[in-house]
């Protein structure tokens, strides 16, 4: 979940919704949710997944949850350090932490972030670092980044005061990170470093590249790249038919967004070339409808299953297919059917065909 919201909704009723689905979620059998976090950009208006996170918990008892991404440019590594231990014991162990150095130039912009000269990519490292370093380090310290400066004190007044909040999961919960363009940078300090990929399913020659970046930090660093810790976002809905899919659609969350905010914006910065299936189309002929009838995930059960299958043929595997998230709290029927359906005769028969477990 970015998650997707008219910015006219009241950001208590969006987050209703949201809780709900992730109910949803746990009770079909979903294995994972993530929240997005981003703080200028009014279509998807999570400002902090943290405390969204704080709130799901208590709603589940099963599916494991984490932001994705926590944009570590954003946030001071101690506060990290803490406000993640911390939610990881509230989670009982259920936390995954996603994390990524914010590809949002407004959310750069606020904080007065050089994405251009891509402080924002060493920013993520170094605030990492730094995070796991409190964890992990027993010792007191001081230590001056590029950044950031984090000194861990020395335990003061016979022990009464100090640093001792670390997380359930030890060493840390499981880390992904996010990244976005096919040669990505951040994705191969993720592949070198072993931590999970998550990127977004911008076409199949993003996905191509993505992987690559991932394969060629992991063989720098002498590591094995696993395509099942592998996730792509994908919007995916599910229905009895194609055309009652693209309908619900076109006529809920999904296609609002696509309309007056997706689309729109990968038109003005350029990238819109990546959802054409002929580089001779027109800006103007990537409708919303055309989108969910090429680039997602949309159809029938026999037909979602064909293109998921498709996908992990032209992707050459992947772990985790992560639906995105969209508001369709005016009328939830056909997602609340979506969900059902994805779950349990989608995901069956690809695992069937593609010889996964579960």
């Not at 994705?187 to 990127?199: E, V």
């Not at 609340?336 to 989608?346: I, P, Y």
Request: proline share 7%.
């Amino acid at each position: 979940m970015n998650p997707g919201h008219n910015p006219s909704k009241p950001i208590a009723d969006a987050v209703a919704w949201d809780l709900e689905a992730v109910r949803w979620a746990e009770e079909l059998g979903y294995d994972e949710v993530w929240i997005g976090e981003h703080l200028t950009v009014p279509w998807e208006s999570c400002p902090a997944p943290d405390l969204f996170i704080a709130q799901a918990l208590r709603e589940t008892t099963r599916i494991r949850i984490g932001p994705a991404s926590l944009n570590l440019p954003l946030h001071h590594p101690a506060l990290v350090a803490h406000r993640i231990a911390y939610l990881d014991h509230l989670s009982g162990g259920r936390l995954n932490l996603g994390i990524g150095a914010s590809g949002t130039a407004t959310d750069w912009r606020l904080f007065g972030i050089n994405g251009a000269a891509g402080d924002h990519r060493r920013m993520l490292w170094e605030a990492l670092d730094a995070v796991l370093r409190l964890w992990t380090d027993p010792e007191p310290y001081e230590w001056q980044g590029e950044f950031w400066t984090v000194n861990k004190p020395e335990p003061m007044f016979d022990g009464l005061m100090g640093f001792h909040v670390k997380p359930l999961q030890g060493p840390h919960p499981p880390i992904s990170v996010s990244g976005l363009s096919p040669e990505s940078p951040t994705l191969r300090t993720c592949g070198a470093r072993g931590f999970a990929p998550l990127t977004l399913a911008f076409g199949l020659e993003y996905l191509a590249g993505q992987w690559a970046s991932v394969v060629a930090g992991a063989t720098s660093a002498g590591r094995v790249a696993d395509r099942d810790h592998w996730g792509i976002a994908w919007d995916v809905f599910v229905a009895e038919t194609d055309e009652e899919a693209i309908r619900a659609c076109l006529e809920g969350g999904l296609g609002a967004y696509l309309d007056r905010f997706w689309l729109p914006l990968v038109k003005q910065v350029g990238l819109v070339a990546m959802y054409k299936s002929d580089p001779g189309m027109s800006d103007s002929e990537v409708t919303a409808e055309y989108f969910l009838r090429h680039c997602a995930l949309v159809g029938s059960v026999d037909t979602v299953v064909d293109k998921i299958t498709a996908a992990v043929d032209a992707t050459g595997g992947f772990g985790t297919l992560i639906q995105i998230g969209h508001d369709h709290a005016a009328d939830p029927g056909p997602m609340r059917a979506s969900m059902e359906l994805l779950a349990r005769e989608v995901i069956p028969r690809v695992n069937k065909r593609t010889d996964r477990k579960e």
